[in-house]
């Protein structure tokens, strides 16, 4: 196959985003045995951390700047489109898209990111769409009007609505629809209307089994990992700093609270000078990190699809604390692979009793480890779907040569495990 990847970050093995790292692996899996040509926006930091090495993953490939004025400009222009999409919205990555499938005959589009799907539009049926929903844009806009107040409240309601119109148009445009769990494939089930799905797990770092038994843990260490620039990020650890941490500093007075990720400098100052509270930065071996933490302390109250950074703390052999929307997506056992509360006296008890607690704590972190290891495997789900394109191609060349594509919703030949097709 020949692919061209749409994406909306820049893929990179070392960034600064987990959803920019996943689709790195995406294109390197598929990269093995295929041609995969690269088009994609990237900020000013994306590219200053371009590695031109990692970059040979790839056949071509094409980097368009955007900035904050350009997402402005998109705004502006677009007034109609949702925020998030008009934000990517750019007259001249259009042009690109368009140039590169006249230079090079590609059999599929990969549009990674829900917003990279307005494109779906510029390419012709003849070639196989592709929609990458790292999450569901209604569903984000959804829970911020849970959690906002006010007018931001009721604006969020409005961009949820005007999404949701979006989303249920130009799913219509696409020929797959691949979510990143079961949980997010069957939130898009319903505007889908008969185009297929399968569900690709993602990728996240993990330990190498020799750095896992030689870490020592830091006692009454607790942690939170993430890019500080994403506000459901800032959001998390304003929660666990103003409301959570007190309650366990009446029991466990000793604690650290470890912030690790990017971007720590947009914190704002009522987080990092709380007492305890310790910002890590970024980490270049964030698995590492992970290993010597005693606890991950992740209260996610915004934000959708599946978490990237409550993987990455169960694979790193951790007692997790979570809310529902950090345990959504994860086939886990509340009470056996993780500890889930809704309120910050149920998320500090929780803390606290793993804290007091060394042996559960060690169990419930080695159970975590081995449903990670047991559950998730990147490798075998990126060959599934690699499958799945095969299989939706040769059927659409079948189709083809005995006279028409056909509509989209025959029934063909299922993937197999995670990378299982459905259609209405």
């Not at 969020?156 to 949980?183: F, G, I, N």
């Not at 990020?233 to 500093?249: K, Y």
């Not at 947009?266 to 698995?287: A, H, M, S, T, Y």
């Not at 789900?381 to 095969?390: H, I, V």
Request: glycine letters at 6%; proline letters at 4%.
């Amino acid at each position: 196959m020949n692919i061209l990847f749409v994406s909306g970050h820049l893929p990179a093995p070392h960034a600064r985003q987990a959803g920019q790292k996943v689709s790195y692996h995406l294109c390197r899996s598929l990269a093995r045995r295929h041609r995969v040509d690269l088009l994609s926006f990237a900020t000013a930091t994306e590219s200053e951390d371009l590695d031109p090495a990692a970059m040979e993953v790839f056949g071509s490939r094409e980097v368009v700047p955007i900035t904050t004025a350009g997402r402005l400009l998109g705004l502006i222009l677009a007034p109609r489109l949702p925020l998030a999409v008009a934000a990517r919205k750019k007259r001249s990555f259009r042009d690109a898209i368009s140039s590169a499938l006249q230079s090079a005959r590609h059999d599929v589009v990969l549009f990674d990111n829900m917003a990279m799907w307005q494109y779906a539009g510029d390419v012709s049926s003849g070639v196989l769409r592709v929609g990458i929903a790292q999450d569901v844009l209604s569903q984000l806009w959804t829970r911020r009007a849970a959690n906002w107040r006010g007018l931001c409240a009721l604006a969020a309601r409005v961009e949820a609505r005007r999404l949701r119109t979006w989303e249920t148009r130009t799913l219509r445009k696409l020929d797959l629809v691949c979510a990143l769990s079961e949980k997010d494939s069957q939130l898009l089930s319903a505007p889908a209307d008969g185009v297929r799905q399968c569900v690709l797990q993602p990728w996240f770092s993990r330990p190498s089994d020799t750095s896992f038994s030689s870490a020592v843990k830091k006692e009454n260490s607790i942690v939170f990992a993430g890019a500080f620039d994403r506000r459901e990020n800032v959001d998390a650890a304003a929660f666990a700093a103003m409301e959570i941490l007190p309650r366990i500093a009446a029991k466990v007075p000793q604690y650290e609270f470890h912030l690790v990720g990017a971007a720590c400098g947009k914190l704002p100052k009522q987080i990092v000078q709380r007492p305890g509270v310790r910002v890590e930065g970024f980490v270049p071996d964030l698995q590492a990190c992970l290993s010597r933490m005693q606890i991950a302390l992740l209260p996610l109250r915004l934000g959708a699809g599946i978490k990237i950074k409550v993987l990455e703390a169960m694979a790193a052999g951790l007692a997790v604390v979570t809310t529902p929307v950090g345990a959504e997506g994860i086939e886990a056992q509340q009470g056996v692979h993780l500890l889930v509360g809704n309120t910050a006296e149920e998320l500090a008890r929780h803390a606290i009793v793993l804290l007091q607690n060394p042996s559960l704590r060690a169990q419930m972190g080695e159970r975590a480890r081995e449903f990670i290891q047991s559950s998730y495997d990147f490798e075998k789900s990126a060959r599934d779907f690699e499958w799945t394109l095969l299989q939706r191609l040769n059927e659409r060349r079948f189709r083809a040569h005995r006279g028409g594509l056909g509509s989209r919703d025959e029934a063909g030949v299922c993937a197999p495990n995670r990378g299982q097709v459905r259609g209405s």
